[in-house]
């Protein structure tokens, strides 16, 4: 998929434009993706996304689903060959809609725009797509999937529901980061452990013990403290069945399948190795939620 920063890095054609911020690429995203690749022959689908995500420039805490190289993969394999990712500043937060047609579609060559029916954009959010029907474009609102939203999903994770935001997300959720050095402590026990290091801005499901995969293996999870060892700082932490090999300094992404148990200190290190041997036979058998 071409990427560009700038309209002017894309060659001006007849375009469907699926227009959004996109955040997680879930099913209510899918149908939006869908109407621009569904539109009349001769239009070419592209994407016309924003990052940072919005609301994070207005000043508020979000905690993203996905990085934006993770969305721009997701939209990809959606089949979208084109997006355009637009800086978003507090200066486009408040642009009046004709400039943002003329500034961002039309050098697109944006004759369809499509959007969610909630989508909003300008100054104090009254951009909304039949401004731009009334600016000359063709526009085809897309109904919202009821309790389908980058909002609902981010709280189901927050309390460890991995299962129920598969369902709204169309695929298993994701912890992304890159594997860096820990306590090692995974290995003396048995069980070496990928220490992830988590982007600030992505948001980390609860606390917990989960079975997943990472990197094609399945995996068994822990996101905490590490109680038992008396930790304070969270760790992300994917012990990868039957794998073996160096991955320190890879891009890692862990499937989130199914929370097996929380987190909790031991009497003994023995029981903590039997539980971990349990967590992984769980892990073994389990499978992806949808």
Known sequence: MKVARGPGELDRRPRA???GTFDGVHLGHRRILDAALAAAPGLAPTVVTFWPHPRIVLGNEVGLLTTLERRLELLAAAGLEETLVVEFTPELAQMEPAIFADELL?????ELVVAGTDFRFGRGRAGDLEALERLGFDVRPVELLPGVSSTAIRALL???RVEEAAQALGRAPEVEGVVVSGDARGGTLGYPTANLAVERELLVPAYGIYAGSADEHRAAISIGTNPHYGGHERRVEA?????EGDLYGKRLIVQLWRRLREERAFS???ELVAQISRD???ARAAEPPV
């Open 268 to 270: 003994s290190e023995e």
């Open 106 to 110: 039309r050098p697109l060559g944006a």
């Open 158 to 160: 927050r309390e460890g």
């Open 239 to 243: 012990f990868l069945l039957d794998f």
């Open 17 to 19: 434009v699926a227009l």
């Open 280 to 282: 992984v036979e769980s």
